[in-house]
């Protein structure tokens, strides 16, 4: 394992309503689960997809510490893909306003993966519904895309694509995707480093509204790679529920959210902590007083940043000049 196994800090898992005085603003449902407990039957539990392209033989298997699932190639006949592979899984909680972010931490083999929300949990043929943000490794001519998506069966409606090469035989990525009313927010993030895809997108047409949020995969016989992918630090959530500068979502305000808060001043809005759509020097005193949040406590090895920190990291990035923010092979994706 790669950086990953440095974020389980936070518990196996947890399932909380917050009502509790000083914290409205993070009262809502969430789900977390980092496999620690070696399976995906309880705590949370885990429901199994594999009906979409009438292909069997799945496996989900957690007892590594982490999460791989794996669908053969041996279903329904489409076209040049060949004969489809399928495989997914969803917790049961279910969610309107929502982000969803997981860890993929092994190489997958996969014509896409990702993950997804919204979903309606449908395991017939031909009939899952949902959206999802999903990597293509073979698009692009071979060197990727990332995807936002929403799901009518087979057919994987692309609402947004952005081309990246994930090299996931060396690095471990966080995929989230946050949807509220009817606008998605797809996001990849480098795990120790910065964002390496984000896209945005509106759904005018007949928009799903709340659903199951899950890992999916499809890959096809033509490809000669079976759907298999691995994940850790599974996350669901209302989006009430982010932490003030913690930039990557992962429940902690740490020295890994001061690395995406660097590379995004004055250029996204990646580090707004504060709701302003600019990353700027008041993020950087947001995320100093938040240091710790989330985390049991604060190591000296990353003892917060003391005020003068300020003061030598905001003239190194000012000292570039103005800086100006930057404007906002499948199923049958169409």
Same mark, same amino acid.
């Given at each position: 394992m790669r950086n990953s196994m440095s974020r389980r800090i936070v518990p196996a898992f947890f399932l909380s309503v917050a009502a509790l005085a000083g914290t409205a603003n993070r009262a809502a449902a969430q789900?977390?689960?980092d496999f620690s407990d070696l399976n995906d039957t309880a705590n949370p539990a885990w429901t199994h997809l594999d009906g979409l392209v009438l292909s069997d033989g799945q496996t989900w298997d957690a007892s590594t510490g982490r999460y791989r699932l794996r669908g053969p190639t041996n279903g329904y006949t489409l076209g040049a893909n060949g004969d489809l592979g399928f495989v997914g899984s969803y917790v049961n909680s279910s969610f309107t306003d929502v982000k969803v972010s997981a860890d993929f931490v092994e190489p997958a083999t996969a014509s896409a993966f990702g993950i997804t929300a919204r979903i309606d949990g449908n395991n017939t043929f031909n009939e899952l519904r949902g959206y999802g943000y999903m990597y293509e490794p073979f698009a692009a001519g071979g060197l990727g895309e990332m995807v936002l998506f929403k799901m009518t069966g087979l057919n994987?409606?692309?609402m947004g694509s952005q081309q990246v090469t994930l090299d996931l035989a060396n690095k471990d990525y966080t995929f989230s995707l946050e949807i509220i009313g009817n606008q998605l927010h797809g996001k990849v993030l480098e795990i120790g480093g910065g964002v390496v895809a984000e896209k945005t997108a509106t759904d005018l047409t007949n928009p799903y509204t709340s659903g199951h949020s899950g890992l999916f995969?499809? *890959?096809?016989?033509?490809?000669h790679a079976y759907a298999e992918f691995t994940v850790d630090n599974f996350r669901s959530e209302a989006p *009430?529920?982010?932490i003030p500068g913690d930039f990557n979502g992962d429940t902690l305000v740490n020295n890994d959210d001061l690395v995406?808060?660097?590379a995004a001043y004055g250029q996204t809005d990646v580090g707004d902590a504060n709701g302003d759509n600019v990353t700027d020097g008041e993020d950087f005193l947001i995320w100093q007083r938040a240091f710790g949040a989330g985390a049991p406590l604060a190591s000296a090895a990353t003892a917060v940043p003391e005020p003068a920190t300020l003061a030598l990291i905001m003239p190194a990035l000012l000292a570039a000049g103005a800086l100006v923010r930057c404007g906002t092979g499948c199923l049958h994706r169409s």
């Amino acid at each position: 394992m790669r950086n990953s196994m440095s974020r389980r800090i936070v518990p196996a898992f947890f399932l909380s309503v917050a009502a509790l005085a000083g914290t409205a603003n993070r009262a809502a449902a969430q789900v977390f689960d980092d496999f620690s407990d070696l399976n995906d039957t309880a705590n949370p539990a885990w429901t199994h997809l594999d009906g979409l392209v009438l292909s069997d033989g799945q496996t989900w298997d957690a007892s590594t510490g982490r999460y791989r699932l794996r669908g053969p190639t041996n279903g329904y006949t489409l076209g040049a893909n060949g004969d489809l592979g399928f495989v997914g899984s969803y917790v049961n909680s279910s969610f309107t306003d929502v982000k969803v972010s997981a860890d993929f931490v092994e190489p997958a083999t996969a014509s896409a993966f990702g993950i997804t929300a919204r979903i309606d949990g449908n395991n017939t043929f031909n009939e899952l519904r949902g959206y999802g943000y999903m990597y293509e490794p073979f698009a692009a001519g071979g060197l990727g895309e990332m995807v936002l998506f929403k799901m009518t069966g087979l057919n994987l409606h692309d609402m947004g694509s952005q081309q990246v090469t994930l090299d996931l035989a060396n690095k471990d990525y966080t995929f989230s995707l946050e949807i509220i009313g009817n606008q998605l927010h797809g996001k990849v993030l480098e795990i120790g480093g910065g964002v390496v895809a984000e896209k945005t997108a509106t759904d005018l047409t007949n928009p799903y509204t709340s659903g199951h949020s899950g890992l999916f995969a499809y *890959s096809g016989s033509a490809r000669h790679a079976y759907a298999e992918f691995t994940v850790d630090n599974f996350r669901s959530e209302a989006p *009430s529920n982010a932490i003030p500068g913690d930039f990557n979502g992962d429940t902690l305000v740490n020295n890994d959210d001061l690395v995406i808060w660097k590379a995004a001043y004055g250029q996204t809005d990646v580090g707004d902590a504060n709701g302003d759509n600019v990353t700027d020097g008041e993020d950087f005193l947001i995320w100093q007083r938040a240091f710790g949040a989330g985390a049991p406590l604060a190591s000296a090895a990353t003892a917060v940043p003391e005020p003068a920190t300020l003061a030598l990291i905001m003239p190194a990035l000012l000292a570039a000049g103005a800086l100006v923010r930057c404007g906002t092979g499948c199923l049958h994706r169409s």
